[in-house]
């Protein structure tokens, strides 16, 4: 009962409130447009519209595709490091993208250099713009660390067995420097050249036949001489006399 009366009473005050505001007079409200009745003036921009503003200060739109890889790969780690490292600004990662490129370039010099000169300063650095003398020097670089173990007699029966009498030559001349250091004539090192050896000896006489040995070492092995039985026999005679002379 006391809800009916309670529902009631709301009914009527909402209906009397309705009553007053349709009886107040206000008036409604409508939206007003101003007009503009001025004349408007024609303008032109003339035929050379577009060439006059045709330059790159009035292109707003990035070209991509003229970018090349090299520069979208810099802008790509410019982004990553923005990504990881908190710059200021995108500026900041693009200057640190750009020195890492400049070490880069710096460390790539600096190994071309080092091989370079690696490449002069071994004991074939003379000839490293020529031939190489041949696919089997790799197997003797061991025997050029260890010469005075080495038994030279046998490489070279086994070398002229296989008919590699450039190789034999290679392994006479080996020996021959085998010899002068166990006379303390020359200090062997597998670093030094030809002329070391050669301003190393003193007697004069030994020196020239060094010197011959060694053209004609030079000669069959880095000039990559064709060498017959007979023209091997000649060079290994030259070597052996002067290895046993050294050995008196």
């Not at 007079?25 to 303008?43: F, H, I, M, T, W």
């Not at 070492?217 to 002067?242: C, M, P, R």
Request: proline share 1%; with cysteine; aromatic share 16%.
């Amino acid at each position: 009962m006391k809800n009916t009366v309670f529902f009631l009473l709301f009914f009527a005050h909402s209906l009397l409130c309705c009553c007053l505001y349709a009886q107040s007079g206000l008036p409604a409200q409508k939206d007003s447009l101003q007009l503009d009745r001025e004349p408007v003036k024609s303008r032109s921009f003339g035929s050379d519209f577009k060439e006059k503003y045709s330059g790159d200060a009035y292109n707003y739109q990035e070209s991509v595709a003229g970018k090349g890889w090299f520069t979208r790969f810099k802008e790509w780690l410019a982004e990553r490091l923005s990504n990881l490292f908190d710059f200021d600004t995108p500026a900041d990662a693009q200057s640190v993208a750009d020195t890492i490129f400049k070490v880069f370039y710096v460390l790539i010099i600096i190994a071309v250099i080092f091989i370079i000169v690696k490449l002069i300063m071994n004991r074939e650095g003379r000839w490293v713009f020529g031939k190489s003398g041949n696919k089997n020097i790799l197997k003797v670089e061991d025997i050029e660390n260890h010469i005075h173990i080495t038994d030279f007699n046998s490489l070279i029966l086994n070398a002229v067995n296989n008919t590699d009498y450039r190789l034999a030559v290679r392994y006479y001349y080996l020996w021959l420097l085998k010899e002068l250091t166990n006379k303390d004539l020359i200090a062997y090192d597998a670093e030094k050249t030809n002329s070391d050896y050669l301003n190393e000896i003193n007697n004069q006489e030994l020196k020239d036949n060094f010197s011959y040995a060694s053209y004609l070492y030079n000669y069959i092995w880095y000039g990559e001489f064709k060498v017959g039985k007979d023209d091997f026999d000649k060079v290994s005679g030259n070597f052996v006399q002067l290895i046993n002379s050294i050995r008196k």
